[in-house]
């Protein structure tokens, strides 16, 4: 289906230069002199490259049919991650590669969005905030609760965020997985 730069909305997927983007910004600019154009930050959903682009205004795009399917992840295989769709209970592999930030926060029995174009398999979207446990951490400093300041922390993903100073080993933690930060104990 193809769509013009004035139906750009956030989260919006579109084929340009043989690539899948996802759309996370765009500002339409009318300049004193020249042509009005828009100003894009595009995610390509097969790289995970995120990009500035400039689109003359009313230029035409295909819109890229994107289809997400509810999964649940089972375990790695080597460097594939098996995932089943929770309906049909069918299993595809994802290579490490292309979810190799979201192994970070990635748990066996974690449910996610797999992202389809097609029968290529891009991706996977992860709920906005995930529990893990602390894996490892500087003991806490005694009666240190209220100063505010913070330590590192790895958690048992491997994924490493600054903690506040009461965290311990073991503890569950609610991280956000958009930015990797802490949000509050588990």
């Not at 769509?3 to 956030?10: C, G, H, L, P």
């Not at 097969?46 to 230029?59: D, H, I, L, P």
């Not at 893990?132 to 048992?156: C, R």
């Not at 994924?159 to 958009?178: A, C, E, R, S, Y």
Request: no cysteine.
């Amino acid at each position: 289906m193809a769509i013009s730069t004035a139906d750009f909305k956030n989260g919006l997927t579109i084929e340009v230069d043989n690539a899948i983007w996802r759309i996370l910004s765009f500002q339409h600019v009318k300049p004193g002199k020249g042509g009005a154009f828009v100003r894009s930050k595009l995610k390509n959903l097969r790289t995970g490259a995120v990009q500035e682009k400039t689109f003359r205004s009313g230029a035409k795009m295909e819109q890229a049919q994107i289809d997400t399917r509810k999964m649940q992840y089972l375990y790695a295989d080597g460097d594939q991650h098996v995932f089943m769709d929770m309906d049909t209970y069918d299993q595809i592999s994802i290579p490490e590669e292309q979810i190799k930030s979201e192994l970070n926060y990635l748990q066996e029995n974690m449910e996610v969005q797999v992202i389809q174009y097609g029968n290529e398999t891009l991706g996977i979207e992860l709920p906005n905030t995930v529990t893990l446990e602390v894996a490892s951490t500087e003991p806490g400093i005694k009666g240190d609760t209220a100063s505010g300041g913070s330590k590192p922390a790895t958690m048992t993903t491997g994924l490493t965020l600054q903690v506040p100073f009461f965290v311990n080993k073991g503890d569950k933690l609610v991280i956000n997985t958009t930015d990797g930060t802490y949000i509050s104990r588990g």
